[in-house]
């Protein structure tokens, strides 16, 4: 696609629920980054794919947080037993696998935990 | 572990410069990127720089390297109503990590 997409872009759920975020990067981009921005923060780095393999996790905040991606493409991040903490805007960004890594951005989704 | 900052505001009339500022802590930084996120959208790279240049210059935007001093500015010139943002610095490390700082609002004033 044009851009890197992230679906749903707004998400409520309750305290304690899983949510599942979509991300569906440039094509042709083989890493991919996830991010987490909460209002008045910096971006908060989660985790990093190169291809489907993760070899940075060190920024999931805890075991609740895991992530995949299949393909070579599509990552979902997924959110068990939802905290209000956990409420935020998540990023989803892409780049070649080459320096200078130049990072292409999604819209974001806007999590919101009651 | 790398550590980035930055002011979390800045305020300057339309026409004027914008200079904002990014301190580091890793020396052994690669590469160093500015990114602009507007209102309710995702962040868009706007320059980076390699870690071996002083000074890079496109269109309005001017990026100064201080490496000895850690320190990263990003210069607008004729600073304009659209220029209204939060801008991030961010630090490649050695690991490959690429580790942001929390933005600085520029605040536009007429």
């Known amino acids: 696609g044009a851009g890197v997409s992230q679906s749903p872009s707004n998400k409520v759920t309750e305290k304690g629920k899983d949510v599942e975020l979509r991300c569906d990067p440039i094509?042709?981009?083989?890493?991919l980054y996830w991010y987490r921005q909460s209002l008045g923060q910096g971006l908060e780095f989660l985790i990093y794919f190169q291809g489907n393999s993760a070899p940075d996790k060190s920024g999931l905040p805890s075991d609740r947080f895991s992530a995949e991606r299949t393909g070579g493409s599509v990552s979902t991040l997924t959110i068990q037993r939802t905290q209000q903490e956990d409420s935020a805007v998540y990023l989803c960004?892409?780049?070649?696998?080459?320096?200078?890594?130049?990072?292409?951005f999604g819209p974001g989704t806007r999590l919101t935990v009651t | 572990g790398e550590d980035v900052e930055q002011s979390l505001f800045l305020s300057v009339r339309e026409g004027d410069s914008s200079v904002i500022n990014c301190t580091y802590t890793d020396s052994s930084s690669t590469y160093l990127y500015w990114y602009k996120q507007e209102p309710g959208a995702g962040l868009q790279l706007l320059t980076y720089i390699f870690s071996n240049m002083d000074m890079k210059q496109d269109q309005r935007l001017t990026v100064l390297l201080n490496k000895k001093d850690k320190h990263l500015s990003l210069r607008i010139a004729d600073t304009q109503t659209g220029d209204s943002a939060i801008y991030f610095c961010?630090?490649?490390?050695?690991?490959?990590?690429?580790?942001f700082g929390k933005g600085t609002r520029l605040h536009i004033l007429p």
């Open positions: 094509s042709g981009h083989t890493a």
């Open positions: 961010a630090v490649a490390n050695r690991d490959d990590k690429i580790i």
């Open positions: 960004a892409s780049s070649l696998a080459t320096w200078p890594y130049e990072q292409y």
